[in-house]
């Protein structure tokens, strides 16, 4: 079992940054690539970013590439997403997860574990 911590979610203005956080715990984190995920109100879940097993490789949305960045630190089992110019369409409850598998996915259905989630709300 893995467990997941999400955390630095919060209410930002358009143009805003923010960072989310993902602590595991568990098991290896470094045997798990890494994703974030966002629901919005009445809509399914979505790929957002992810990241190798390594942090070597990462892969994005093309409604957050150029703005968000995803990164690791095994050191300290956590993955992080940093979000600039955020903008309303960006609401929703982040979600990130884990794979037992090398290479960054999109794939929902590849991720075993999920955290809890962290509310994210841009304003205009």
């Known amino acids: 079992q893995v467990q997941l911590v999400e955390s630095g979610g919060g209410s930002v203005q358009a143009g805003d940054s923010l960072r989310l956080s993902c602590v595991a715990s568990g098991r290896t984190f470094s045997n798990y690539a890494m994703g974030w995920f966002r629901q919005a109100p009445g809509k399914e879940r979505e790929f957002v970013a992810a990241?190798?097993?390594?942090?070597?490789?990462?892969y994005y949305a093309d409604s957050v590439n150029g703005r968000f960045t995803i990164s690791r630190n095994n050191a300290k089992n956590t993955v992080y997403l940093q979000m600039n110019s955020l903008k309303p369409e960006d609401t929703a409850v982040y979600y990130c997860?884990?794979?037992?598998?090398?290479?960054?996915?999109?794939?929902?259905?590849?991720?075993?574990?999920w955290g809890q989630g962290t509310q994210v709300t841009v304003s205009s």
């Open positions: 997860a884990a794979a037992r598998r090398v290479g960054a996915t999109s794939l929902l259905y590849e991720y075993e574990y």
């Open positions: 990241t190798s097993r390594s942090g070597d490789s990462t």
